[in-house]
Every structure is written in structure tokens, then in C-alpha cells.
């Protein structure tokens, strides 16, 4: 059984087709790393795993169940109560955190739960603040996102994200928005997760944190996947020449 | 002239205090009507339906962009030369009335743009964040963006509102007897009282006191919004 299943996923901006035919599976507490140059389609693929855009054509599956068929007219028409329900299956990070900022820590950390009635009040502070200390922060339980550094700021959205302990979590290069001092922090908690048997996505430009975490690596390139495989065979025996170019290009910096 | 001044005080005091109730009492109406009124406007700019957004903000564009005295007298006195009568009434009810739909589209139009600049401030992320979360759309707006968008909106929304005191003033355009009108009514004659400037100066004070109390009220809101950025 895969975790996921992303069937040939298709999506376009006006004339402009951003994914093109995208397919791959992962199984459940793997890694995924997804690199590539810039404009490819890294983000626009996550976006529309959360549902934050549609894709126009496709499948994706979780667990072997579809919650998503755009090729399936009575399902095009989604109700938003369907794609909220479908969009649990997933947790995002954003590469600008997206933090709420008038809520501290804990409330950032409690407010969905809570909404979403997952458990009484108190279940979910405690399991609110075990995932905060989980992140390292519990003595900034009651500080505000304006009191906190970038790193812990994407700390206690991974925090967040978790609360919801959806199947699959995807991080839009969770550490780009960061200084370089703060980045190793924040690699080292999405590290920390691997142990558990969350399934992650992530898109990264470190290379380095991408081949020792990774289970497996997408190289995407003009919205497709150009490359796919262990972090062997990407990063060790690249077959593409784009993908040659592309990690020449890296290493001379 | 200083027993001049005692025996006059307690008529003009009196009498201003009568034109701070008008002026006063169509502050009051303006706000009660602005607030709302500019939030369906803001709403209306922003349609997706281009036409209804153009017309909105073309409306907006010309009542900001011409004085509120022509405004005032346009209303009071245009409805007449097309009717042949007077469709606000007459006497004092009749011109509060004029003034204060004058007033109340004016700064409606005023506001809107704040509420605008409110709503469109709030970045996507944040809508975007509560989405990925699960949350419905009702839930994004009151949990999420509604106190960001207060934020926002409360600065700038003091500063028209301190405006606005001062701009009752410009009522007396068409003769309603706010607080200006009442002070420079001794100027003229009033109540045994003529020729005396003073009063006028005197209704400066109200203005002064009004806004003084309405700009620490605002301050304090700001600064209970002040932990969050
Ligand atoms: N909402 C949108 N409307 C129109 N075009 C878009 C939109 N979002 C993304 N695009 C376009 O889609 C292409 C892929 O964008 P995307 O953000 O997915 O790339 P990316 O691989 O994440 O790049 P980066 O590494 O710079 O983050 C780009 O050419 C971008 O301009
Ligand atoms: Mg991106």
C-alpha cells in the first residue's frame, strides 16, 4: 500500500502549463525530496496537494483511497466541505511560515484542533505542547511570532502542521525564507520527524540535507520530472543532462 | 469688561451648547451611517463584477475628489431645482437632514478606502495558512483575518474620524445651526449679546476638548493592538 499516489497531475496558469503529466508514489514514513531550478513547478505540485490551486487533470490517491479525480466530471465540481475534508490528508509549511501573528505559540499550535473539535481542550494542549517541545520551544510557549526568530518562527509552524497529524506532510523550501545561521535548526527538526512514521515532502534547495534524509529524490524541471530516484542515483549517477547541469551549476558556489 | 464677560458667559455658554449638540448629533449620525455604508462600498470596489467595481470607484473618485462643501450645497439645494420643492423639509430638521447625507456618502466613500486598504493588506498566506489547516471560510475570516484587518484599519480610520469633527463645521454652508453657526451668531446679534468675537474663539475649545478625548480613546486602542504585528 502507498501512502501516495500522484497520477498524472496536469495544471495550468492561462496558456501556460506549469505540470505536465507529473506521476510518482511514496510509501508511508517515507521521504521525498523535490529539487529543481527555479519556476519548474515544485510549489505549484504542493499547492495543489493541499488544494490551494486545482490541478486540471489527474489523480491523487492517499492510502490507495482517490480523494482527488479531476478527470472524473461529478467529481470536478468539489464542494468546499469535500476539499477541506480531502486537504486533511495533508499539513504544508510555508516557506514564509504564515505564522498567525496576533496568537502565541500554543494558540498558533491549539487554534485548528480546536476548531475543528479534534479532542477536548485539554487533550489538545498537551499534545500541543509536547509537539512544541518536540520543536525545542517550550519556553516560548506564550510568545508571540513577532517575539521569535525566523527559525523558530518555521519551528512552531511545524509544530502546527503536526497538530493535525495529517498523512503526509509537504514543506515549501522551509528553510529559503531563513538566514544561513538559522537554516540548520529547522533542517534538524524535519530530520527529527523522519524517526516517526510521518511521510514528507519536501522541496529543498539544500542538496546536502536532501541526499542524507531523502528516500527518494524528483528532480523537476519545466514541469516535469526529469529525473526520479535513491539519492544515489540522482545526486551520485545523474542520467539527465539537465540534471548534470543543474548539479555542476550547484557545485560551483 | 471683565463684569461685561461674566454676565455674558452663561448666554453664549448656553447657546454654544446648543450648536455642539447639532454639531455633535450629526458627528454621531455620520459615523452610525459611514461605517456600514463604506464597508458595502469597499465591498462593491472590490467586486470580481468589473463593471460594478468601476462604477463604485468612479463614484468614490469624485466625492473625494471634490470638496464636501460643494457636496452639501449640491444636496440640499439640487433635488429642489429638479423637484420644485424642497424634498428635505424645511427649517432645521430639513437641513440636518440634507447635511447628513452629505456627510454620511462622503465619508462612506472616505472609509471604504480604509476598509480596502484593511482587507487587502492581510496577506494571502494567512488565508492560505487557514485553509491548508482545515478551517471553513467563516472560521478564516473571524479567527484569522478579521483582527489583523482591525489592525490595519484603526489608524487611519481615527485620523478621518478626528477629520470628521472638524468637518461638521462645514454644515453651516447651509445654515445649520451647529457650533459655528452659534458662536458667530453673537458676531451679528444674539440674545442682547452683538459685535462680541469671542465666543467664536470659544467654540474652538469644544473642537479642541472633542477631538483631545476621541484622539487618547484611539491611542489606547492602538496600543492594545500594539503586541501583534
Ligand atoms: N498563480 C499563478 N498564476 C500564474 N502563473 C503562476 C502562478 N503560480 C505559479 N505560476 C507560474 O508557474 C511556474 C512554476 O512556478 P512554481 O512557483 O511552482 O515554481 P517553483 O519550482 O516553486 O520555483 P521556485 O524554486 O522559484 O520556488 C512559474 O513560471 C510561475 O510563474
Ligand atoms: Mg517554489
Same mark, same amino acid.
Given at each position: 500500500m502507498s501512502a501516495l499516489t500522484v497520477q498524472h497531475l496536469h495544471k495550468s496558469f492561462g496558456k501556460h502549463?506549469? /505540470?505536465?503529466d507529473i506521476s510518482f508514489t511514496l510509501e508511508k514514513g517515507e521521504v521525498l525530496a523535490i529539487i529543481g531550478s527555479s519556476g519548474g513547478g515544485k510549489t505549484t505540485l504542493l499547492r495543489c496537494l493541499n488544494f490551494l490551486e486545482t490541478a486540471d487533470r489527474g489523480q491523487i490517491l492517499v492510502n490507495d483511497e482517490c480523494i482527488f479525480d479531476a478527470d472524473n466530471p461529478a467529481e470536478k465540481k468539489q464542494r468546499e466541505a469535500d476539499i477541506r475534508a480531502a486537504r486533511l490528508h495533508f499539513g504544508l509549511v510555508f516557506q514564509q511560515f504564515n505564522l498567525f501573528p496576533q496568537y502565541n505559540v500554543l494558540k498558533n499550535v491549539t487554534l485548528a484542533p480546536t476548531l475543528l473539535g479534534r479532542g477536548k481542550p485539554d487533550e489538545i494542549e498537551a499534545h500541543a505542547r509536547e509537539l512544541i517541545e518536540r520543536v525545542g520551544l517550550t519556553e516560548k510557549l %506564550? =510568545?508571540? #511570532?513577532?517575539? /521569535?526568530s525566523g527559525g523558530q518562527q518555521q519551528r512552531v509552524a511545524i509544530a502546527r502542521a503536526l497538530a493535525l497529524s495529517p498523512d503526509i506532510l509537504c514543506f %515549501?523550501? #522551509?528553510?529559503?525564507? /531563513?538566514d544561513p545561521e538559522l537554516t540548520g535548526e529547522v533542517l534538524h527538526v524535519i530530520k527529527g520527524l523522519k524517526s516517526g512514521d510521518s511521510t514528507m515532502v519536501v522541496v529543498t534547495h539544500e542538496m546536502e540535507f536532501a541526499r542524507s534524509v531523502a528516500d527518494k529524490v524528483i528532480f523537476m524541471a519545466k514541469g516535469v520530472i526529469e529525473e526520479m530516484g535513491t539519492p544515489e542515483e540522482v =545526486?551520485?549517477? #545523474?542520467?539527465s543532462p539537465i540534471l548534470q547541469g543543474f548539479l555542476n551549476k550547484g557545485n560551483q558556489f | 469688561m471683565f463684569d461685561l464677560f461674566i454676565e455674558q458667559f452663561p448666554i453664549v455658554f448656553k447657546a454654544l451648547n446648543i450648536g455642539f449638540l447639532q454639531t455633535l448629533k450629526l458627528f454621531l449620525v455620520t459615523l452610525l451611517g459611514a461605517l456600514p455604508l463604506g464597508l458595502i462600498i469597499s465591498f462593491g470596489s472590490m467586486s470580481k463584477f468589473k463593471p460594478l467595481s468601476w462604477l463604485v470607484n468612479g463614484i468614490i473618485w469624485i466625492v473625494r475628489g471634490s470638496p464636501l462643501m460643494i457636496q452639501l450645497l449640491i444636496i440640499y439645494y439640487f433635488p429642489g431645482m429638479v423637484f420644485?420643492?424642497?424634498?428635505?423639509?424645511?427649517?432645521e430638521a430639513g437641513r440636518f437632514l440634507a447635511a447628513s447625507v452629505a456627510f454620511i456618502f462622503n465619508y462612506a466613500c472616505y472609509f471604504s478606502e480604509i476598509y480596502r486598504g484593511g482587507i487587502q493588506g492581510v496577506p494571502k498566506g494567512q488565508t492560505e495558512a487557514g485553509q491548508v489547516l482545515g478551517l471553513t471560510k467563516s472560521q478564516i475570516f473571524f479567527k484569522v483575518t478579521l483582527l489583523q484587518m482591525v489592525k490595519r484599519i484603526v489608524p487611519p480610520m481615527s485620523n478621518e474620524i478626528i477629520t470628521l469633527v472638524k468637518d461638521t463645521s462645514l454644515a453651516r454652508i447651509i445654515a445649520l445651526q451647529e457650533i459655528i453657526w452659534a458662536g458667530q451668531a453673537f458676531l451679528k446679534g444674539s440674545q442682547g449679546i452683538a459685535g462680541a468675537i469671542w465666543p467664536l474663539f470659544f467654540t474652538g475649545i469644544y473642537y479642541l476638548l472633542f477631538s483631545g478625548i476621541l484622539t487618547i480613546l484611539f491611542n489606547k486602542l492602538e496600543k492594545k493592538l500594539s503586541y501583534f504585528n
Amino acid at each position: 500500500m502507498s501512502a501516495l499516489t500522484v497520477q498524472h497531475l496536469h495544471k495550468s496558469f492561462g496558456k501556460h502549463e506549469v /505540470l505536465k503529466d507529473i506521476s510518482f508514489t511514496l510509501e508511508k514514513g517515507e521521504v521525498l525530496a523535490i529539487i529543481g531550478s527555479s519556476g519548474g513547478g515544485k510549489t505549484t505540485l504542493l499547492r495543489c496537494l493541499n488544494f490551494l490551486e486545482t490541478a486540471d487533470r489527474g489523480q491523487i490517491l492517499v492510502n490507495d483511497e482517490c480523494i482527488f479525480d479531476a478527470d472524473n466530471p461529478a467529481e470536478k465540481k468539489q464542494r468546499e466541505a469535500d476539499i477541506r475534508a480531502a486537504r486533511l490528508h495533508f499539513g504544508l509549511v510555508f516557506q514564509q511560515f504564515n505564522l498567525f501573528p496576533q496568537y502565541n505559540v500554543l494558540k498558533n499550535v491549539t487554534l485548528a484542533p480546536t476548531l475543528l473539535g479534534r479532542g477536548k481542550p485539554d487533550e489538545i494542549e498537551a499534545h500541543a505542547r509536547e509537539l512544541i517541545e518536540r520543536v525545542g520551544l517550550t519556553e516560548k510557549l %506564550d =510568545f508571540y #511570532p513577532c517575539m /521569535l526568530s525566523g527559525g523558530q518562527q518555521q519551528r512552531v509552524a511545524i509544530a502546527r502542521a503536526l497538530a493535525l497529524s495529517p498523512d503526509i506532510l509537504c514543506f %515549501d523550501e #522551509p528553510t529559503s525564507a /531563513l538566514d544561513p545561521e538559522l537554516t540548520g535548526e529547522v533542517l534538524h527538526v524535519i530530520k527529527g520527524l523522519k524517526s516517526g512514521d510521518s511521510t514528507m515532502v519536501v522541496v529543498t534547495h539544500e542538496m546536502e540535507f536532501a541526499r542524507s534524509v531523502a528516500d527518494k529524490v524528483i528532480f523537476m524541471a519545466k514541469g516535469v520530472i526529469e529525473e526520479m530516484g535513491t539519492p544515489e542515483e540522482v =545526486f551520485g549517477h #545523474p542520467k539527465s543532462p539537465i540534471l548534470q547541469g543543474f548539479l555542476n551549476k550547484g557545485n560551483q558556489f | 469688561m471683565f463684569d461685561l464677560f461674566i454676565e455674558q458667559f452663561p448666554i453664549v455658554f448656553k447657546a454654544l451648547n446648543i450648536g455642539f449638540l447639532q454639531t455633535l448629533k450629526l458627528f454621531l449620525v455620520t459615523l452610525l451611517g459611514a461605517l456600514p455604508l463604506g464597508l458595502i462600498i469597499s465591498f462593491g470596489s472590490m467586486s470580481k463584477f468589473k463593471p460594478l467595481s468601476w462604477l463604485v470607484n468612479g463614484i468614490i473618485w469624485i466625492v473625494r475628489g471634490s470638496p464636501l462643501m460643494i457636496q452639501l450645497l449640491i444636496i440640499y439645494y439640487f433635488p429642489g431645482m429638479v423637484f420644485g420643492h424642497n424634498i428635505w423639509g424645511t427649517g432645521e430638521a430639513g437641513r440636518f437632514l440634507a447635511a447628513s447625507v452629505a456627510f454620511i456618502f462622503n465619508y462612506a466613500c472616505y472609509f471604504s478606502e480604509i476598509y480596502r486598504g484593511g482587507i487587502q493588506g492581510v496577506p494571502k498566506g494567512q488565508t492560505e495558512a487557514g485553509q491548508v489547516l482545515g478551517l471553513t471560510k467563516s472560521q478564516i475570516f473571524f479567527k484569522v483575518t478579521l483582527l489583523q484587518m482591525v489592525k490595519r484599519i484603526v489608524p487611519p480610520m481615527s485620523n478621518e474620524i478626528i477629520t470628521l469633527v472638524k468637518d461638521t463645521s462645514l454644515a453651516r454652508i447651509i445654515a445649520l445651526q451647529e457650533i459655528i453657526w452659534a458662536g458667530q451668531a453673537f458676531l451679528k446679534g444674539s440674545q442682547g449679546i452683538a459685535g462680541a468675537i469671542w465666543p467664536l474663539f470659544f467654540t474652538g475649545i469644544y473642537y479642541l476638548l472633542f477631538s483631545g478625548i476621541l484622539t487618547i480613546l484611539f491611542n489606547k486602542l492602538e496600543k492594545k493592538l500594539s503586541y501583534f504585528n
